[in-house]
């Protein structure tokens, strides 16, 4: 009899609580909504949970206009209230610590420093192939000087100074080719078609003035440009 007595109580128990927390689910406010796809969002919007929003699901059978446009469920969160309580979670300090520099009002201090050691920006410009930091391309050339363009005829080009012995090959660590430059030594050739990445000014003028010409190649196809 005991056994029995107490295996009715247990159920009479669980009953009673069956109830209870279907009763209180039943009567809490869902945060989220499902719509004619069977897609469920979480609403952060506490307006927004028991809405029926059948109609605005159904984008076959509605036009939408500017009454009925409306943002996404969880696009507009609420704002996080600093200092109203330790139950809010940003109460008290707000976030920002217990005193120091950082916890001061106004902008501790200003972008980029590092609280006096050589900061980010000032040590790039110092690393080996970054001579002014990222992002910043340095064209650098093989120099030409017009002096090696002595005893020349013709169309003048690199290949040909080097196939002379004029000059030797140029660097691997140039990306713009190569370019004529006045030099140190006079230049005396008269005549002479220059070919050429670049050339200075007074380089250009001095080809010029001796009654020749300059011809610019291309950086990718080593092709003549044409003017």
Same mark, same amino acid.
């Given at each position: 009899m005991k056994m029995i007595f107490l295996s009715v109580?247990?159920?009479a128990l669980v009953g009673s609580v069956t109830g209870y927390s279907s009763s209180f689910v039943g009567g809490a /406010?869902?945060?989220? /909504?499902t719509n004619g796809h069977g897609m469920e969002m979480k609403l952060y919007d506490w307006k927004r949970r028991t809405a029926d929003e059948s109609a605005l699901n159904d984008v076959e059978n509605l036009e939408f206009t500017f009454n009925n446009l409306k943002s996404a469920p969880g696009a507009r969160k609420r704002k996080n209230r600093k200092g109203r309580g330790i139950a809010a979670g940003q109460g008290a300090s707000c976030g920002f610590g217990m005193r120091g520099?950082?916890?001061r009002s106004g902008s501790p201090t200003r972008a980029g420093f590092e609280g006096g050691q050589q900061p980010l920006y000032r040590r790039l410009p110092k690393f080996v192939g970054r001579p002014t930091g990222p992002g910043h391309t340095k064209t650098t050339y093989n120099l030409i000087?017009?002096?090696q363009l002595n005893d020349s005829?013709?169309?003048v080009n690199f290949d040909v100074l080097v196939e002379s012995g004029k000059t030797t090959k140029s660097s691997s660590k140039t990306n713009g080719g190569h370019k004529v430059v006045v030099g140190s030594g006079d230049f005396t050739a008269?005549?002479?078609t220059v070919q050429a990445h670049s050339f200075t000014?007074?380089?250009k003028q001095a080809i010029e003035d001796?009654?020749?010409k300059c011809e610019h190649l291309s950086r990718t196809t080593g092709k003549v440009l044409t003017e």
């Open positions: 109580l247990a159920l /406010v869902s945060s989220s /909504v520099q950082k916890a000087p017009l002096h005829e013709g169309t008269k005549g002479l000014a007074a380089a001796s009654g020749g």
